[in-house]
């Protein structure tokens, strides 16, 4: 059963730069099958998706979140990645990796999320 | 954006309740519907996926129905770790769109 796993700081400064990375374990970012999302929850609130990537490098973003979103992928070491610059407090959220099976369809893996707060 | 509409937003049921949320899509899509579990402090959990197919694993208790742009998603017998939040989500067009989520209580 493939699994994920969130890594990165859980404080970041207002006006930099959120990266955070996400392993995949017992699987393969290559699998066909598979499209890699982020998604991400306020504290409190509901879910909000971020975007995806598939292992070939095609994204898709959140056109509320576009301008500032960068997700990449790396097949050697079995990790996609997000990147969200100019960060304000409202991007304080617990950031979920989640692996999408085929096109279009259900989120069925889901790594645990990791809160990032957004501080000075 | 497709607008994902649950209700109610919160649900108070005893032990043992049949237990009904809808959710309403702002536009037709389809059976491209999936329904999550989450737990507090916990990643969401998938149950149903295509408006109506259970995930592996899943309690048979729960299961998912309709189409187009009105769904529901059913609990059985309600049990008491079934006590979560609930989440529809649509995955027809892009940006994927979640319901503002559905908390279960037990009375």
Same mark, same amino acid.
């Given at each position: !059963? @493939? !699994?994920? !796993?969130?890594? *990165?700081?859980g404080? &970041? #400064?207002?006006?930099?730069?959120?990266?955070?990375?996400?392993? &995949?374990?017992?699987?393969?970012v290559?699998?066909?099958?598979?499209?890699w999302n982020?998604?991400r929850?306020?504290?409190g609130? *509901?879910?909000?998706?971020?975007g +995806?990537i +598939?292992y070939? *490098?095609?994204?898709? +973003?959140?056109?509320?979140?576009?301008?500032? @979103?960068?997700?990449?992928?790396?097949?050697? #070491?079995? !990790?996609f990645?997000?990147r969200l610059?100019? @960060?304000t407090? $409202?991007?304080?959220a617990v =950031?979920y990796c989640?692996?999408? =099976?085929?096109?279009?369809s259900r989120? /069925?893996v889901w790594?645990?999320?990791?809160?990032?707060? &957004?501080?000075? | /954006?497709?607008q994902?509409?649950?209700s109610?937003?919160s649900l108070s049921?005893?032990v043992?309740d049949r237990?009904?949320i809808?959710?309403q $899509?702002?536009q /037709?899509?389809?059976?491209?519907?999936?329904?999550?579990?989450?737990?507090?402090?916990?990643?969401?959990?998938?149950l149903? =996926?295509g $408006?109506?197919?259970?995930?592996? *694993?899943?309690p048979s208790? %729960?299961?998912?129905s309709?189409?187009?742009?009105? %769904?529901? %998603?059913?609990i059985?017998?309600?049990?008491p770790?079934?006590?979560?939040?609930? =989440?529809?989500q649509?995955c /027809?067009n892009?940006?994927?769109? %979640?319901?503002q989520g559905?908390?279960?209580e037990?009375?």
């Amino acid at each position: !059963q @493939v !699994q994920l !796993q969130e890594s *990165g700081p859980g404080l &970041v #400064k207002p006006s930099e730069t959120l990266s955070l990375t996400c392993t &995949v374990s017992s699987g393969s970012v290559s699998s066909g099958s598979s499209y890699w999302n982020w998604i991400r929850q306020p504290p409190g609130k *509901g879910l909000e998706w971020i975007g +995806y990537i +598939y292992y070939t *490098g095609n994204t898709k +973003y959140n056109p509320s979140l576009k301008s500032r @979103v960068t997700i990449s992928v790396d097949t050697s #070491k079995n !990790q996609f990645s997000l990147r969200l610059s100019s @960060v304000t407090a $409202a991007d304080t959220a617990v =950031y979920y990796c989640a692996r999408g =099976y085929n096109y279009n369809s259900r989120m /069925d893996v889901w790594g645990p999320g990791t809160t990032v707060t &957004v501080s000075s | /954006d497709i607008q994902m509409t649950q209700s109610p937003s919160s649900l108070s049921a005893s032990v043992g309740d049949r237990v009904t949320i809808t959710c309403q $899509a702002s536009q /037709d899509i389809s059976n491209s519907l999936s329904w999550y579990q989450q737990k507090p402090g916990i990643a969401p959990k998938l149950l149903i =996926y295509g $408006a109506s197919n259970l995930q592996t *694993g899943a309690p048979s208790r %729960f299961s998912g129905s309709g189409s187009g742009t009105l %769904f529901t %998603f059913t609990i059985s017998s309600l049990q008491p770790e079934d006590i979560a939040t609930y =989440y529809c989500q649509q995955c /027809d067009n892009l940006p994927y769109t %979640f319901g503002q989520g559905t908390r279960l209580e037990i009375k």
